[in-house]
C-alpha cells in the first residue's frame, strides 16, 4: 500500500509542481525579479523608498533583519543559481519538490481518512491544504518580497509550522470531528496561533514599494490557491484510479 | 454488456496508521528541505520557491 501512496503522490506532485511553474512565470516571478531591484540598489538612488536607517536598526538590539542580509560575521553570500534559465530551472525543480512533499501528506491523509475520493472531493482536500499552509499562516506572516523588513527567521518559522499544525488540527475536528463538542474546539485551535501572535519586527520601511509588496501578497495567495486545488484534483483523481481507498 | 466491478478491500484504522504516517513523515521532510533548510546553497537555489510559497525566507 506504501507504494501506491507514493505513486499516487509522486505523479499529483511532479503535475502540479511543473504547472505551478509555469503560472508563478506570470504571476510571482515578475515581481519577485522587480522587487530585487529595489532591493540592491544603494539607498540614495531609491527616491525614498529605502527608509532603513542603520543606526536606528542598531536600537531594535539586532533582531531587525532586511531580506538578504547577512547578519554581521556572516560569510559572504554563497553559491547560487545564474540569474535565467538556470534560476528558473532550480525554481522549477524546488518547486516539483515541494509538491511531492505536500502531495505525500495530502495522499496520507486521505489514505488515513478511508473514504472514496475522486477529483471533485480532492479539490476540497486541496483547499483544506491551502488554508493551512498558506491563507492562515499570512494572516500572521503575509506573503514576503525580497527586501521587505522581518523578524529573525528561526522564529517565523516556528511560529509557521505552529500556526500550520493548529490550523490543520482545527479543520480536522471542526469538519471530521464525530462528538458536538469538535467544532468548537477545532474554532479554538484555528485561532489559537493567532492568539498567540507571529513573530514581528520592531520597525518598517523595506527597501521595496508598498503597492509591489501589496501586489505579491495577492500574487502570491491567489497562485497558491490555484496549486493547491490542482494539486488536491490530481491526488483525488489518481487516488480513485490507484484504488487507494 | 460489460460489469464492472470494483474490489474494495476493508481496512482498519490500525492498518492504515503505519502506511500514512511513514508517507506523511517523508512528505513532511521534503518540505522542510526545500522550504526551511537553513543552509546557504539550499536556500539560493529554493529562493522563488519560498517567497512564491509565502514560506518565512531569509
Redesign the interface.
Known sequence: ??GR??AV?LLAGLAAGLA?SVV?HFT??PI?LHAEEFENKPAASLGGHARVDPDARGLTGGRL?L??EHAPGA?A?????EDGLE?AL??A???V??A??????????V??R?RPVDGRRGVLWGIAGFCV??LA??LG??????GSV?AE?TA??GW?ALCAAATAGGLGFMFLGPRRWMPWAGAALLALPHVIGAPHPEGMGGAVPPELAAH?VAA??V??AAFWAFLGFATGTLARRF?L? | MTVQTRQTVRTTAAERAVPAFLALLFGVFLVLGTGFAHSDAIHNAAHDTRHAFSFPCH
Not at chain 1, 553570500?77 to 543559481?81: D, M
Not at chain 1, 506572516?141 to 525580497?146: G, N, Q, S, T
Open positions: 500500500m506504501i501512496i507514493f503522490a505551478v508563478q510571482t516571478t519577485i533583519y531580506a538578504h560569510d553570500e554563497g553559491w547560487a543559481p534560476r532550480y525554481t525543480l524546488a518547486n519538490l515541494t511531492i512533499g505536500f502531495a505525500l501528506v495530502l495522499t496520507a491523509v489514505y488515513m478511508g499552509v498558506s499562516p499570512a506572516l503575509p506573503p514576503e518580497v525580497p522581518a527567521l517565523r518559522q509557521w505579491f502570491s495567495l497562485t497558491t484504488q481507498t
